[in-house]
C-alpha cells in the first residue's frame, strides 16, 4: 500500500551510540522532511530535502546528519546520541506545483529514548 | 524565525457545545494549513487555506483565514466524541533558494467528554 513508512517504531539507545531512523515513502514526492515533536515545544524542523542529493538545515539541525541518494529515502542519524534528544521523531513529504501548498503527509512516528 | 502561537492549549468540553481554536503570527503567511493529530501516529491533513478572508468548512469544522493572511481560526460546531485529539496550525512561508517550509503551533488537545 501506498504511503510514508517510518522505522523503527521504537528505538532505546544510550548516550554517544550513533543511531539511523529510516523514512521511506511511495508516492515520489520530491520534498521530504524530518521533525521532532517535544511536549512544550511541537513540531520543530530538523532537516528538509528538495529531491535527491540536496538537503538542507531547519530550526533544530545540531547533533544531526541526513542523506538522500534516493528520491524514495530519507535517513536521519544521530552521531552521539544525547539525552536531549529523547523526543518521538516525525518523517513527511510534500510535492509542489500547482495548486499544491507544501501539505505534508507523516509517518507514524519514531519514538526515541535516549539513556 | 516564524513563531505561530495557538491558543488555548487545552480544552475540555461536552459533547454538542461549539469551539474555536486561535492561530496567531505577526509573520504573513503563503498558506495555512489545519492538522490532527491521535495518540501514536503522525499529523493529517485537514486543510489548507491560502485567500486572506478565506473560509473552508468540512462537515462541522469551519476553518478562516485572517485578512492580512497572519491569523486563522478552527470553529467546532456541536463537538463529538470523535473529535478529540490534537490540533495543530502550521504556517507556510518562503525560506529562500525556491523552498518553502512549514512552522507549527504548539498544538490544541481537545478532549470532548460524551
Known amino acids: 500500500d501506498a504511503g510514508i513508512t517510518q522505522s523503527p517504531r521504537y528505538k532505546i539507545t544510550e548516550t554517544g551510540r550513533q543511531v539511523t531512523l529510516m523514512c521511506h515513502q511511495t508516492?515520489?514526492?520530491?520534498?521530504m522532511f524530518w521533525y521532532r515533536q517535544d511536549l512544550g515545544h511541537g513540531l520543530r524542523l530538523i532537516y528538509y530535502?528538495?529531491?535527491?542529493?540536496?538537503?538542507d538545515k531547519g530550526e533544530v539541525p545540531d547533533g544531526y546528519v541526513v542523506s538522500r541518494s534516493k528520491t524514495e529515502n530519507f535517513p536521519l542519524t544521530l552521531e552521539s546520541a544525547t539525552r536531549s534528544q529523547t523526543s518521538v521523531y516525525f518523517c513527511?513529504?510534500?510535492?509542489f506545483g500547482s495548486g499544491s501548498y507544501n501539505e505534508q503527509f507523516f509517518g507514524p512516528g519514531t519514538r526515541l529514548t535516549v539513556l | 524565525t516564524q513563531l505561530l502561537e495557538q491558543s488555548p492549549q487545552f480544552l475540555s468540553i461536552q459533547e454538542g457545545e461549539n469551539l474555536t481554536v486561535y492561530c496567531n503570527s505577526s509573520?504573513?503567511?503563503?498558506?495555512l494549513q489545519w492538522y490532527r493529530q491521535e495518540p501514536g501516529e503522525g499529523p493529517v491533513l485537514l486543510v489548507t487555506?491560502?485567500?486572506?478572508?478565506e473560509v473552508k468548512k468540512l462537515k462541522r469544522l469551519t476553518f478562516q483565514f485572517g485578512d492580512a493572511r497572519k491569523d486563522s481560526s478552527l470553529h467546532i460546531t456541536a463537538a463529538q466524541p470523535g473529535d478529540t485529539g490534537l490540533y495543530l496550525c502550521?504556517?507556510?512561508?518562503?525560506?529562500?533558494?525556491?523552498?518553502?517550509?512549514?512552522?507549527f503551533g504548539k498544538g490544541t488537545k481537545l478532549s470532548v467528554i460524551p
Open positions: 513527511a513529504s510534500s510535492v
Open positions: 508516492w515520489s514526492h520530491s520534498y
Open positions: 530535502s528538495a529531491a535527491a542529493d540536496i538537503t
Open positions: 509573520s504573513v503567511f503563503s498558506s
Open positions: 487555506v491560502v485567500t486572506g478572508g
Open positions: 502550521a504556517g507556510n512561508f518562503y525560506s529562500g533558494a525556491g523552498s518553502y517550509q512549514l512552522t
